[in-house]
């Protein structure tokens, strides 16, 4: 467990499975030379993005949900201690257990003894974030507890020992007939005749876990929702392993980062229509569990909450990032992107992909943190997830507040001057004068003569490689526009027609 | 320092600069305005979109539909505070298929995968989304017994319709057990496309009692 002392410094980021390995670029590199994963997330995120137009376009108040759930958790934000606090007393006085966990590590090892302390060697799990990104599973297997993922996408990528790609639909990289391959290659007792029919397949996941469900002791959870004026947990579900892992079992074990509280029961009407649409393009989904503590002669007897900081009040501290806190993990963003659509979830290397991802995983690790200063690079600030999300959170915004943050980190680390500062001082230089920038368009036809016969320059020098790694640059006109405007503005007797030389103004 | 204290004291640290706490803006619908025909049909044509099966019948034919429902059922279940003179007519009446389900004398979960049916009422229902909500009350239950059986017949009093959501969750206790539940099982987990029958009831038969 983690020890500190005396005070520690702040921020303290988080740990656990939140870090890019690789940098953005280089992982993005290596899943685009994967055809079959762009076809696959090309269909799926299309298909989503319709079902949510639909969705959406039928409520006449959505943009006031939308509103209502902003300022819901910004004021959630503000009063966070305040919250927790009053969520605990709740949540405590109706017989649950509250359990706080500074970091993944600690976490891990709370759940683990909780799961030991009943006796038990195995337990199921439904679908949830937190615990990915702490890397539960892995950790209880390394302490001789088996975690059963109950969730179809999340057992899809269990039993093919992959890494989920997206938050709301983990195994969205596969399509049928991989899902029907993996299915009959290492599902114990499968039907070998199995076919990728969809219906099918949600079929052999319901044989495969019901033993499973009917006699597991214990269960752990994610939530959605905490509700603090009441000390109420939501799980919002679909498939009803949900449902079988918060009812059937004697002990029920969540792990919830502390932002996601609400203050009031009146406030579930917001984010309960807000949630499924964003999601799954639904107008409600098909299950929604809420517990307050035990309820005595109907299910868990033996109800624990692990509240989990791991590098969440290190994103609260930064002002203008702090927003990214307020997600509600429905994906919407990752729908609509389109670096997603062709990357994937993998190219991220964190918990979080897509574009929340790559805020909210520098912000809770620190930019600094291996190679996590690449991803709010991760977008071309188009602002489709801006538009998208439910809770409004501005991506772009804090993509390039990120992207300064990352910049200035670097300058306090060195002393010489990069090729980056170099640059940006000579475009200062020569972007402040007219002259200055007349008398560097003369050089144009050295670029041209760079170009060479076919007129593209396909490798530039230095860091402006980056430019040309993927796309090359055409050779510059003969003359600079500034120079055709002049001759086309001041001298009255030629015909602006002969002046205006097409194939040298691209 | 307990990691109660710890976080509690990060938190108040990332929040010096004291955010301003804003008022919420609560100008989304609070009532749909629909009268008693309309919140029918509208529930009937979500629930259908949904693939449940739906019936509107007159409170006094209840128990026909009940018995026609369960025609081909060789046991269910049913809570101890099922609504009397839901179980009364020729078939369901002394019916050697039943078993009861109450919180002092529960099946065990073994038990309940060999039913193959329950009938239940319901807290309150939702128009717009096609939601029904269980709170756990005598008519409704111990939440298993409407969980591992594979068919659920569920009975929503007109009564009990609400428009949108707003209205249905301001008719409810929300510290109870609660479900909400929104068609048979389903699962949009592959290609994203839904699938209905998981690991939930995978037949929900609805039965609207006027």
Not at chain 1, 365 to 378: K, R
Request: net charge negative.
């Amino acid at each position: 467990m983690s020890t500190f002392l005396g005070m520690p410094s702040l921020p303290v980021y988080g740990t656990g499975n939140l870090h890019a390995s690789q940098s953005f670029p280089k992982a993005a590199h290596r899943e685009l030379g994967n055809a079959q994963l762009r076809a696959n997330l090309g269909h799926a995120t299309h298909t989503i993005r319709d079902k949510r137009l639909n969705v959406v376009s039928e409520l006449p108040d959505w943009e006031n949900l939308r509103d209502a759930g902003s300022a819901i958790k910004e004021s959630v934000m503000a009063r966070l201690p305040e919250l927790l606090e009053q969520f605990e007393a709740n949540f405590t006085a109706r017989g649950g257990v509250i359990h706080w966990a500074r970091d993944a590590d600690e976490a891990n090892e709370i759940v683990a003894g909780l799961i030991r302390a009943t006796g038990e060697t195995e337990a199921v799990k439904i679908k949830s974030m937190a615990t990915q990104e702490i890397g539960l599973n892995e950790y209880l297997e390394e302490q001789g507890i088996a975690a059963y993922e109950t969730d179809l996408a999340e057992l899809i990528v269990q039993l093919d020992h992959d890494k989920p790609s997206h938050i709301l639909v983990p195994a969205i990289h596969k399509n049928r007939t991989q899902v029907r391959d993996i299915f009959l290659r290492e599902m114990e007792g499968v039907d070998p005749e199995l076919t990728n029919d969809p219906a099918r397949l949600a079929g052999a996941a319901r044989a495969h876990l019901r033993r499973k469900f009917l006699t597991a002791k214990v269960a752990v959870s994610g939530a959605n929702f905490a509700l603090a004026d009441s000390g109420t947990l939501a799980v919002v579900e679909s498939e009803g392993n949900g449902r079988m892992c918060l009812t059937l079992p004697e002990t029920l074990i969540t792990v919830m980062g502390v932002e996601k509280l609400l203050p009031t029961w009146q406030d579930l009407e917001v984010f309960m229509q807000l949630l499924p649409r964003s999601s799954t393009g639904e107008r409600m989904n098909p299950y929604t569990s809420l517990w307050t503590g035990v309820t005595e002669g109907d299910g868990p007897q033996n109800v624990h909450l692990v509240l989990l900081d791991n590098g969440r009040s290190a994103a609260l501290a930064d002002e203008m990032g702090r927003s990214a806190l307020h997600c509600i993990r429905c994906s919407a963003c990752m729908n609509v992107c389109p670096v997603y659509e062709r990357t994937g979830g993998h190219a991220y290397g964190s918990t979080y992909p897509g574009p929340i991802g790559a805020i909210l995983s520098p912000l809770m690790t620190g930019i600094q943190a291996e190679e996590n200063n690449s991803l709010p690079y991760a977008s071309s600030l188009c602002g489709a997830c801006y538009d998208a999300c439910p809770v409004k959170i501005n991506i772009p915004d804090i993509l390039v507040h990120l992207r300064s943050v990352d910049v200035d980190s670097k300058r306090g680390k060195k002393k010489i001057p990069t090729q980056m500062d170099i640059g940006m001082n000579a475009a200062s230089w020569a972007l402040s004068s007219g002259k200055r920038l007349g008398m560097l368009e003369k050089g144009l036809p050295l670029g041209r003569l760079a170009a060479g016969p076919d007129k593209k320059i396909t490798k530039l020098p230095g860091i402006a490689a980056g430019w040309t790694q993927s796309r090359d640059i055409p050779a510059p006109p003969k003359q600079s526009f500034r120079d055709w405007w002049k001759k086309e503005h001041h001298a009255p007797d030629t015909a602006p027609a002969a002046a205006y030389n097409q194939e040298d103004q691209p | 320092m307990s990691a109660r204290e710890e976080i509690l004291d990060r938190i108040r640290t990332a929040l010096k600069d004291t955010p301003e706490v804003p008022v919420i803006p609560r100008g989304y619908r609070a009532s749909s305005q629909l009268d008693e025909a309309e919140l029918i049909e509208l529930l009937v044509d979500r629930l259908i979109d949904y693939k449940a099966r739906v019936s509107i019948v007159d409170t006094a034919d209840v128990p026909a539909k009940i018995a026609e429902l369960l025609a081909g059922a060789g046991s269910y279940v049913v809570p101890a505070g099922l609504d009397a003179g839901w179980l009364t007519g020729p078939e369901l009446e002394q019916d050697s298929r039943r078993r009861t389900d109450s919180v002092t004398a529960p099946l065990s979960v073994a038990e309940l995968d060999g039913i193959d049916a329950v009938v239940t009422g319901s807290a309150v229902a939702v128009a717009e989304t096609g939601t029904i909500i269980l709170d756990g009350s005598p008519n409704q239950g111990r939440r298993a017994i409407t969980l591992v059986p594979d068919h659920h017949i569920c009975v929503v009093k007109v009564a009990d319709i609400a428009g949108i959501l707003p209205e249905a969750l301001g008719r409810i206790n929300g510290t109870r057990p609660l479900t909400m539940i929104s068609g048979p099982s389903a699962t949009s987990d592959i290609e994203l496309e839904r699938v209905e029958g998981v690991h939930g009831p995978r037949t929900l038969d609805v039965i609207i009692a006027r």
